[in-house]
């Protein structure tokens, strides 16, 4: 149990629509950050937000944008959706500087 | 491209057994080096992390860094059927500190035998 929280646990979406995706970061992290994650294959970063500003940013198209909020806490937007969107979201946390994160259960995301 | 590859496995040990898993990486500057454990259906979970060159250990877990020849392992000794996951090597890429951007293999799955 990491105290990083993700919500909802499942989601359906059809193409085109958009979602947003939720999490509480670990009591005392200050920093969060995104992944994706295709079946079968490894987390991909998607961005990380410090002080509620995107501080590091992969491969991914502007319809994927975040917030963070004073308290931390953080959404994922994805406009547009896709099938390929079709994944499970993980947020982490961290203390700026620490490069350890702690992982939240994730989103699971199904386009169809 | 920055990379991080693994061998999918699956790799089959009998319970008792060292579990040895491997990583390699493209990114030559690449300081931080993790290990994370993930269960069917859930999160990582982190279970080691390595900065320097040699041996880390922390209870049943070994991990082994050789940044010449860009090679991360993984040691498990005494595996149980509890230690049958998912292992994903992951390398911190980001601007030394400001920013944490992991890139991950795309793991390997361990299966140990009762």
């Known amino acids: 149990e990491t105290g990083v929280t993700q919500s909802p646990t499942h989601l359906i979406k059809t193409r085109g629509q958009q979602v947003t995706l939720r999490c509480s970061s670990q009591?005392?992290?200050?920093?969060v950050s995104w992944y994706q994650q295709a079946l079968g294959q490894g987390p991909q970063f998607i961005f990380q937000?410090?002080?509620?500003?995107?501080?590091g940013r992969g491969n991914f198209p502007p319809r994927f944008s975040g917030l963070q909020f004073p308290n931390y806490s953080s959404e994922l937007n994805v406009n547009a959706l896709e099938l390929d969107d079709s994944a499970l979201y993980l947020c982490?946390?961290?203390?700026?500087?620490?490069?350890?994160?702690?992982f939240g259960s994730g989103t699971q995301l199904s386009v169809l | 491209q920055k990379e991080v590859e693994q061998n999918s496995g699956p790799l089959s040990v009998p319970e008792g057994a060292i579990a040895s898993l491997n990583c390699t990486y493209s990114?030559?500057?690449?300081?931080?080096f993790f290990w994370y454990r993930q269960y069917s259906g859930k999160s990582p979970e982190l279970i080691m992390f390595?900065?320097?060159?040699g041996d880390k250990e922390d209870g049943r877990f070994t991990a082994q860094l050789n940044k010449a020849s860009q090679y991360v392992s993984l040691l498990i000794r005494d595996s149980q059927p509890s230690d049958s996951a998912t292992y994903l090597c992951?390398?911190?890429?980001?601007?030394?500190?400001?920013?944490?951007?992991?890139?991950f293999g795309t793991g390997t799955l361990l299966a140990v035998q009762p």
């Open positions: 982490a946390s961290s203390f700026l500087g620490n490069e350890k994160l702690f």
């Open positions: 009591s005392g992290h200050n920093t």
């Open positions: 937000y410090y002080r509620e500003e995107e501080n």
């Open positions: 990114d030559r500057g690449s300081q931080s």
């Open positions: 390595i900065y320097s060159n």
């Open positions: 992951a390398v911190n890429i980001g601007n030394g500190g400001a920013t944490n951007k992991l890139i």
